[in-house]
């Protein structure tokens, strides 16, 4: 089926593009799968690289073969040529060998025997750089980057390497062994939509289980005293927590009152428990709570514009905190004031 370039780029600049809708469009399904999984192409650069790339991915779609008659006579790609893939290879490498390296949890107690961490990181490495190898009209066999991934993984966790820069030398050691078996395919396969569909589904919830599993067991959450929380503890003890009682019990009134009486009604219910026009914020500025009536609001008014007048303040950082807080008294009571019914 003939692909069109208006199409591409209309589903480039929607929000399907970010997740790689016109790479599945054009048939590009490894490329659609690494913008999918790593927020348009290494967060959005790839995305952006799509607008002026997306012509050639047309033509390549739609086989045209101009683009690559004068390469595929010679049978193996040029590295040179391909300094955009190799640099690919780097970044989506190193991409899902930290993701794997993170998802492992770091406290041995919550889980059962592990498998050594160096016998499973280099398989993130392997998969980012075979993947990007493979994309388009380049193809590579996954054992060259598994190889180099595993090469990389022992001899750089030797001394010959140290610091941040291990992982880094591994992952280059990985994309220089892809692009030894770098060669062109004549023709992509064509595999069904649902053979399509449930591929890369699957490799779809691997990536989301690896992100579970590094925000389960690893990711943590630092609190304004310096004291690390586990984030699924985080998770739970917000869940718990009154604010999300109050959220919950809000979404459900909500939703009864949609149920009871439409639209009109879930949008005005909405609007008095979101306090869009400021008067539950306002009340509580005053210290009132409702009910309240006109009077109490003026009284209760002047009562705090008497407490907070600078003669009866003594020194220049009270005084201050009070020219802040009659700041707020006021828009709280202009307001208020402006309504005309009793709250």
């Known amino acids: 089926m003939r692909k069109y370039m208006c199409v591409a780029y209309l589903l480039w600049l929607t929000p399907l593009g970010f997740i790689g809708a016109h790479h599945f469009y054009l048939g590009r399904d490894r490329q659609g799968f690494l913008w999918a999984t790593t927020c348009a192409g290494i967060f959005g650069i790839g995305w952006l690289r799509d607008f002026w790339r997306i012509p050639t991915y047309v033509n390549e779609a739609n086989e045209d073969e101009a683009d690559h008659s004068s ?22 490498g190193y991409f899902f060998r930290t993701l794997v390296e993170s998802a492992i949890p770091k406290d041995l107690s919550l889980v059962g025997p592990q498998v050594p961490p160096w016998l499973i990181v280099p398989l993130g490495a392997a998969f980012g750089t075979w993947m990007v190898s493979n994309v388009g009209r380049i193809r590579s066999r996954f054992t060259y980057s598994l190889l180099g991934a595993y090469i990389g993984e022992l001899v750089f966790c030797s001394e010959l390497v140290v610091g941040e820069q291990k992982p880094f030398f591994a992952v280059v050691l990985s994309m220089l062994s892809s692009t030894a078996g770098w060669k062109y395919r004549k023709r992509r396969s064509k595999a069904g939509c649902g053979a399509r569909f449930l591929t890369w589904s699957l490799l779809g919830a691997l990536v989301l289980g690896l992100w579970t599993s590094f925000f389960y067991f690893n990711a943590v959450v630092v609190t304004d005293d310096g004291e690390k929380i586990r984030f699924s503890d985080a998770i739970g ?91 707020e008294v006021n828009r709280a009571y202009e307001i208020l004031t402006k309504r005309k019914e009793e709250l």
Request: charged fraction near 30%; aromatic fraction near 8%.
């Open 71 to 92: 390469k595929t006579h010679r049978g193996k790609p040029a590295i040179c040529s391909n300094l955009s893939r190799i640099v690919g290879q780097i970044a989506f």
């Open 237 to 327: 003890n917000f869940l718990r927590s009154q604010a999300w009682q109050d959220i919950k019990n809000a979404s459900w009134t909500v939703w009864s009152d949609f149920r009871s009486g439409g639209w009109e009604k879930a949008e005005k219910t909405f609007k008095n428990l979101a306090d869009v026009e400021g008067k539950d914020s306002a009340l509580h500025v005053l210290g009132l709570q409702k009910p309240v009536s006109n009077k109490e609001i003026r009284e209760r008014y002047y009562e705090m514009a008497r407490e907070l007048h600078p003669d009866r303040i003594q020194g220049e950082a009270e005084k201050a905190a009070a020219q802040e807080k009659m700041i």
